[in-house]
């Protein structure tokens, strides 16, 4: 049967009405993530208009932190920096933190409607449809296409927006449409590649799901943001092409494979040359300077994230050699023996998944203190390259 557009009819704020030419209805309830009124809409609209279909934007792995109490037992954080997941763990909970700063202005649970959709849709049978595209292939997505300067300055919006700022947050008001397309313009003018991973590609997705796992009548629980483009990719059918185009990792470019190499090879280049030609007293020059500048600096990076002392003797064994070899950083050694000697506890997950952590609390939780090893002992491994690259021009003199 060929797909044909929907009638699409706002029949109360933040609730549509989509009704096809086969008979079904499509109810698209737009929530906040925090707002308690927003779960009170989707439970009263579950109740009342009894679908057989309940869509939530919510991946397989968010939905089973929701609804697993023990859901920290399994997870292996060794395994975690070897595959070198800890950054995008940690930025899903910069987001959820971010949530969680609101939600202790509203006084509501982040993603409560969620878990009122579930619990209603267990208890009155109806067919649960997950159709958000898994959180981890959103941010390495937006990680990989966003650039640095664009990174650098969202996260630091995550991280350091005062909680001041959260006082003067209507929340119902950013649910109204006019203030949903204003965020939305902002956030593509400031941040347009990771505007596009974020919102229009997870508008898209959502809308596939919607297409491909709708009853007779459904009810789809999504964020107010997404409403507007949903609506829209809902206005034809969506190949699975299209779909797959997006829900997949986009491998590294050519020269984002070599430049990672290019750097660690001429070094040794210059430095075989140098001994060639007789400059010794220069090579070990250069020898000395690298090993001292790397491990110092490194280890600066360490003592600045308050490591283990072992984490800072390893930092300066390691980090020339691991600065050499671009498959294995300085970041990642250092991560491994924090954890080997602070191993983190449910407790540290626990808090991660509780109140919105302050920047002062990174320090003081063994999660994020390790992601802080990492990233410090990391930048001053960087840094210490740059420092001893001065000391090759000597070999051309």
């Not at 906040?32 to 009124?37: L, W, Y």
């Not at 991946?59 to 060794?78: A, G, L, M, V």
């Not at 003592?303 to 980090?319: E, K, M, Q, V």
């Not at 808090?351 to 609390?361: E, F, P, R, T, V």
């Amino acid at each position: 049967m060929n797909y044909t557009k929907p009638v699409v009819e706002e029949i109360e704020n933040n609730v549509h009405r989509l009704s096809f030419s086969n008979g079904n209805v499509l109810y698209i309830i737009g929530t906040a993530h925090v707002s308690e009124n927003s779960a009170q809409l989707v439970e009263d609209k579950i109740k009342t208009i009894r679908p057989d279909t309940v869509c939530i934007e919510l991946d397989e792995q968010r939905y089973n932190s929701i609804i697993n109490t023990k859901k920290y037992e399994n997870i292996d954080i060794f395994q975690m920096i070897k595959t070198k997941q800890l950054f995008f763990f940690v930025g899903q909970f910069i987001l959820s933190s971010f949530q969680k700063k609101i939600s202790e202005k509203t006084g509501s649970k982040p993603g409560d409607e969620f878990i009122r959709a579930i619990n209603l849709s267990t208890e009155y049978g109806f067919e649960l449809q997950l159709i958000d595209r898994n959180i981890g292939v959103t941010l390495k997505r937006a990680w990989r296409l966003t650039p640095l300067r664009d990174k650098l300055k969202f996260l630091w919006s995550l991280l350091f927006t005062d909680d001041d700022d959260f006082q003067n947050i209507n929340i119902e008001e950013l649910k109204k449409k006019d203030a949903i397309d204003a965020l939305v313009k902002s956030f593509s003018k400031e941040l347009p590649e990771t505007k596009k991973v974020l919102i229009d590609e997870r508008d898209l997705y959502l809308a596939y799901g919607i297409q491909n796992n709708s009853g007779k009548v459904t009810i789809a629980v999504v964020g107010a943001g997404h409403v507007p483009g949903i609506i829209e990719n809902l206005s034809v059918k969506i190949s699975d092409e299209v779909k797959n185009e997006i829900d997949h990792i986009p491998p590294k470019t050519r020269m984002g494979k070599i430049i990672p190499w290019s750097v660690p090879v001429l070094i040794l280049m210059i430095f075989s040359c140098g001994i060639f030609l007789g400059k010794d007293d220069i090579a070990k020059e250069f020898a000395f300077i690298w090993i001292m500048a790397h491990g110092a600096l490194t280890v600066i990076g360490c003592i600045l994230s308050l490591a283990h002392p072992f984490t800072i003797i390893s930092a300066f064994i390691a980090s020339p050699i691991t600065s050499l070899n671009p498959v294995i950083g300085a970041g990642m050694i250092t991560a491994f023996v924090q954890a080997i000697f602070v191993k983190p506890g449910i407790r540290d997950f626990e808090q991660l998944n509780g109140n919105a952590m302050k920047i002062s609390d990174w320090w003081k939780n063994r999660i994020t203190k390790i992601f802080l090893v990492f990233l410090f002992s990391s930048i001053g491994s960087s840094i210490g390259t740059f420092a001893a690259l001065p000391v090759l021009i000597k070999f051309f003199r």
